[in-house]
């Protein structure tokens, strides 16, 4: 967090210095082009601006050069165009000045998929003897110019020329960022749809949760808020602050939960039914085992939400009211509740077991953190991935269960024939507990192992292929 | 976590290794000077040291020579200085077997701008015909030998000449850090006060929420425990303990968050009313700019507080004592309390909404943490700072209206013609807000997107660049 | 989070993308050599497999051929074994071919040091005459295929020759993984077993917590439950759930807490003693240190879930039964418990106490995350893990012995002979800052501070060294 202050003092220093500088040139005078111009220069690099009006660009730093497109452009073998795609076609002019040049394509559109073919494949096309590189799309002219990088430091590049690339990557690790080599100019669209995307694969995780919200709410406001008003006459709306929330939440926590270990359930049976891992799987499958650890994010939000609604219990002003109340019933009444070790066990079992399963669905969470995955070894990641995650659905599970207790399908509690909500958020953990313990038996997990290693039913090819060549893997 | 075994018993077995090494010359065999050489030897370089007293140095590993300064100058052309300033002075003997060396300066000081000059640059003058490069400064010698480098994994990097400063960079890399180049020898000054230096960042914010907090604190103590001790002879001095602290907590939580986002606020008017945002900020809403993660984290962690005290609410001796005495009392006047259906609405509605701010204040920090934050766009990484944040603001500052509920301004709260804590610790947020709402409406932000996209107003040379070139970022 | 997504469709458009490539060989066509192949390939070489049924492989990417291992070997001079160990006696056959090769051995056992030799080694032996690498054995045929990289990306290389190690660690590089330097052949042991480990580091921390919260249980489980049942024939087994574990999570939170710091302080003795930090540590104390992350890590677990269970008292039924019984009992005797000030000052003590020490708990949780101990210089970490750690350490303690309050010592408390679990839990960490406080005492620091500055006591050499060269490092 220091670095700030570092980077830009060592910046304004490295100025004058004299050692030789390898020249870039940087198409377009605008916002970015500046930055980006004046980031390389900084970092040592000899900058030249390439303008339509070259004597009128107000650039600041001392020792920039702002030339026309044509003398610029002679400078340096690399050149930045940092101008809008409509006005590409001016490049077209200087296509023969530009022959063998490496021409990075930095831009961006204003929405995903604006145009047939991706910024940088239509400029290959107007520049046909070029050698194109797309790149810095995804860094903003004001991460540039402050010297923080609190955002990505990814520098998505792609192009067809593999030298050409190696260049621009260099000069990526030099400005300070990570450059991640994307392949061939193909990729541009993805990397020019990249900066544009608002959290896609949390996408369907957070519209799954959102329906199951209100479905519960709604649910909820029926069971009591609704009834009560009409069967009893009694005013519970202040129950949508606090006790319905955590009605849902929780219920919501477990489901999402239990989602993200059903699609692995589904894939081990798809696996063993097809009797091989190298087929693919359904496209929805394949969306939903990507979404997991997004899955598991959302759930663990939901059961911290959980745990912070149930510890605000003792404080409202509804529960202390009700429980002096109750003292006081029993003293007008002088009809002591005895103690019921009963009572105690199930209330002390399902709290217990709810703060279990807390803990461990918070460690789960910690070692989803990127920085904390990546000092884990591949044994370590599934060990606490699968291993820990089903103890955590066990704990979570039997916490609901217990809470449950005595009054659990008692025909008391259904009001309009519709059982608590717990009920409800108990189907799909426990169908996914049931086909897990299922799976892990022997005569299922064995071929499983041994699918899941390479080997394929009813393939003579690759059974050979298995049996000669082997692979390393477990 | 589990490498360090794994480096330990690489580098001990890999002594014996017979491939051919690039030679390193150390200078120097203190006790940083040996860390690195033994390191670099472990790590493959063949290893010379220079010394005074060549005969004398107990070296332990073998195949680590030790010669008298100028024989060893000789076996490499990088030679790595790890000699206390005072002494560099013996180097002007040595100019010309150093001629065309690549001499590495690890040093560092006691004192922030201890010398005029920084250490690198008066090896520089010394030895004018080498090239000098600065490196290693923030390496521990404990992290060297202890081989677990849990502290920085950054070596600053900084020299005239660019080749010499990509060996040294070849060589942290291979050592297993992460070279940041730094520009030219002029940085060296701010790196070596880099280490020296303890939070600079949090220096700001600790001291503003330093002197708040005492603020608060005598204001509390006047209100809560002089009033009652002068009016009513009580004794509130264990209020000290958590009643005052958990007045003080939230008002600090919430007026730090709101001072994230004022700059942000008065750099915007700023802006519209300079019509370009190419003129640099006041120094100080630079450094505020700058210090909003760290005040923002300080808000978090006393929001953090604020919650724990008031979780523990109901397990206070006082809590228990003074409801179960109500309890009596209404007995005793056999004068039951009505349900009050506005209380119960009010009380469930602030713990709410303070449950929810302070869950996106717990997201907020966590995607401050740098692993999380690279993983994001830039786009996300403003929705989440920017949107976020001030759902986060306006969520805490209503938990404090809702707080204070009905009896915000009324009279009899007063005492000695103060109001209440969180009376005074919603100025800055409510200020922050209204002032947000007005920046937002599209009379105002229009120009000022206009504006952050690089227009500038009244300046002809701009807009032609703009209209003409144009930029790629949005 | 947004790649997985990026990568795939950059590496299904990357296959027709015409410039030239890089050819890679690799023997075996399993499932982890396939998965290797198909992520080259995408990632822009040029990919020839050998296979012992050359005919028979049903590879599905088009462009891949699939060879004997004799034409395979001759298109590459790079040859990826992905053959399991027991199979490599073949390849010596084709050792003429394999002269002067880069062979890539990515083999891993199924037990830790199943071989005298290391895979890596035995094939050196086979093929003499090639150049041998080890790599990739980290890395899951799974995250390969999948694209998702979030467990380790971390490959580690070792082998005798810098240049083919060079060659493998660019193809880390290109494939998106962190290639490890982990310097000779020699190393390759450790490094096939680094997959089969589980968290090495942390089996010692985590057999001592469970050793001693077995310790604990059992005398809970004497005092708190057997002796109430011999004595006054009370069932007290409900305080299985919450009130025996809430006694015995905070011993071990602080216990545990305190052996993070006694090895520094035995360590401290000991180069005081010998004058020198330059001899080796024992091996029970070297392993100690190198766990006491871990240490503090399963402390803080602990610290977690002590909170947890604490603020969840007053929802317990017990609790409230308890305390609405105490109301009544008060009401039918007519004798009201006045308000006792001292009461109130220890009860909001020692929960301030306890708040403030696991707020700092937290903080040095944080800290020791890899992405935020990046962020900060070899000064501030220090100062957060010993400072702050040490401030942590006193506030706990204390938070104890005020629990204790006044019937610390008083003889009530004893049943059966035995005092309360936090009396016996307060050893450890009273003697840790006793022993802290004597050697901060300037007779005891300064020399110390000196020793670990490379200064030596009786050791004439050294001391030369050390006012000849003198060191860079504080």
Redesign the interface.
């Known amino acids: 967090?220091?670095k700030?202050?570092?980077?830009e003092?060592?910046?304004a220093?490295?100025m004058?210095?004299?050692?030789?500088?390898e020249t870039v040139c940087v198409?377009?005078?605008?916002?970015?082009?500046?930055?980006l111009g004046n980031k390389m220069f900084?970092?040592?690099y000899s900058v030249v601006f390439g303008?339509?009006?070259p004597g009128?660009?107000?650039l600041?730093p001392q020792g920039i050069e702002v030339l026309s497109y044509a003398e610029a452009a002679q400078r340096s073998d690399l050149i930045i165009i940092?101008?809008?795609r409509?006005?590409y076609n001016f490049l077209t002019e200087l296509a023969e000045k530009l022959q063998g040049k490496i021409l990075v394509d930095?831009?961006?559109n204003?929405k995903i998929n604006q145009y047939p073919e991706s910024n940088a494949e239509y400029l290959a096309e107007l520049v046909p003897g070029a050698k194109i590189v797309k790149a810095f799309?995804?860094?903003?002219?004001w991460?540039l110019q402050?010297g923080?990088l609190?955002?990505?430091?990814?520098v998505?590049v792609?192009g067809?020329?593999?030298e050409s690339k190696q260049r621009v990557m260099d000069i990526a690790r030099?400005l300070?960022f990570t450059p991640?080599?994307?392949?061939?100019?193909?990729?541009a669209r993805?990397?020019e749809n990249?900066?544009?995307?608002?959290?896609?694969?949390?996408k369907f995780p957070l519209y799954l949760s959102a329906a199951l919200c209100i479905f519960y709410f709604v649910y909820c406001l029926l069971r009591e808020v609704i009834y009560p008003y009409v069967h009893e006459g009694k005013?519970n709306?202040?129950f949508l602050?606090?006790?319905i929330?955590n009605r849902i939440f929780p219920g919501l926590a477990l489901n999402l939960l239990a989602l993200v270990y059903l699609p692995g359930i589904i894939a081990a049976i798809l696996q063993l039914y097809r009797g091989t891992k190298?087929s693919h799987f359904p496209n929805w499958l394949d969306h939903w085992?990507?979404c997991r650890?997004?899955l598991g994010l959302i759930a663990l939000?939901f059961a911290?939400?959980h745990?912070?609604?149930?510890?605000?219990?003792?404080?409202?002003?509804?529960v202390?009211?009700r429980?002096?109340?109750?003292?006081?019933n029993?003293?007008k009444t002088n009809n002591?509740?005895p103690?019921?070790?009963t009572?105690?066990?199930?209330?002390?079992?399902y709290?217990?077991l709810g703060?279990?399963g807390?803990?461990l669905f918070?460690?789960l969470g910690i070692t989803?953190?990127?920085?904390?995955?990546?000092?884990?070894?591949?044994?370590?990641?599934?060990?606490i991935q699968s291993k820990l995650g089903y103890l955590t659905l066990i704990l979570c599970t039997t916490h609901t269960l217990v809470y449950g207790g005595k009054r659990f399908l008692s025909p008391s509690i259904l009001r309009w024939h519709l059982p608590s909500v717990y009920v409800l958020s108990l189907i799909i953990p426990c169908t996914v507990l049931v086909l897990k313990f299922i799976l892990v038996m022997p005569c299922f997990d064995q071929p499983l192992t041994r699918i899941r290693?390479?080997w394929e039913r009813k393939?003579?090819?690759?059974k050979?292929?298995?049996l000669?060549?082997?692979?390393?893997?477990?």
């Not at 609190?150 to 990814?154: E, G, H, K, P, V």
Request: with cysteine; hydrophobic share 35%.
């Open positions: 967090m220091e700030p202050s570092l980077k003092t060592s910046f220093t490295n004058n210095s004299s050692h030789k500088r198409f377009g005078t605008g916002d970015f082009g500046r930055s900084q970092c040592g303008s339509r009006n009128l660009s107000g600041r940092a101008i809008h409509e006005h930095i831009s961006n204003l799309n995804t860094i903003s002219a991460a402050s923080t609190d955002a990505s430091r990814q998505f792609c067809d020329d593999k030099t300070g991640m080599d994307q392949g061939s100019l193909k990729a993805e990397i990249y900066p544009l995307q608002l959290f896609p694969m949390w005013d709306t202040f602050a606090i006790s929330p190298y085992m990507l650890k997004q939000a911290f939400l745990v912070m609604y149930t510890l605000v219990i003792p404080i409202r002003y509804y202390r009211w429980l002096s109340s109750r003292v006081i029993q003293i002591t509740d103690f019921n070790t009572n105690a066990w199930l209330s002390d079992c709290v217990a703060i279990l807390f803990f918070v460690l989803s953190l990127p920085s904390v995955s990546n000092t884990v070894n591949w044994r370590e990641f599934r060990f290693q390479g393939s003579r090819v690759s050979k292929a298995q000669g060549n082997g692979n390393t893997e477990v």
